[in-house]
């Protein structure tokens, strides 16, 4: 708590006064960001430093391997699925970036046997797919536990990408061209950004 304290100090002193007019504007005229980024919850793959965006720039859900479920519009409680709906048919976003990433906490959780948790497991069932995939690939007995679980990185963004389009608003505007949405995964290691194609 003393870390966040601290860096909230930080933040008043110099961000908040470097953008207070950006805020201020931000505040008056409502958000309008051009793009939505979802991604991990992992602590070392923050979309806004990725990105180098300001306040205002991007609309970001972050959850457990950035996964975005299937449309299904029952009464459960769908955190990703409200925050696409809210960035796309309130905000307006014209592109949406899925963005994985290298050593994935969820994804290693589904490329290995066992019970995950109380919801770690149910919520990573949404890339089982991705993981199918992986495991039915040729090649995958050549491959060790980390280069596997590289692979899911990769196929989960594309199962995700697959799903963003069972959301009729989501696949109707991509239909007529005033939506992009497109698949990056960050290496942790490296700090480079790789496209995923669909
Ligand atoms: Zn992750």
Known sequence: MKTLLEGYARFRKNIWRRHQKRFSVLARDGQSPPAMVIACSDSRVAPEMIFDCLPGEIFVVR???????????????????????????????????????????GIRALMSEGKHGDFIGSWMTIAEPARVRVCDSPDSADKNF??????????????????????????SRVADGTLTIAGMHFNVQTGRLAPVAP
């Not at 479920?69 to 709906?85: I, M, W």
């Not at 989960?156 to 696949?171: E, G, Y």
């Open 63 to 105: 959850n457990v391997s950035a996964l975005v479920p299937p449309y299904a519009p029952d009464t459960n409680n769908h955190g990703t699925s409200a925050a696409l709906e809210f960035a796309v048919n309130g905000l307006n976003v014209r592109s949406i970036v899925v963005l994985g990433h290298s050593l994935c906490g």
């Open 146 to 171: 980390a280069e596997l679980c590289h692979a899911c990185e990769l196929e989960s963004i594309r199962v995700s990408l697959a799903n963003l389009l069972t959301f009729p608003w989501i696949a």
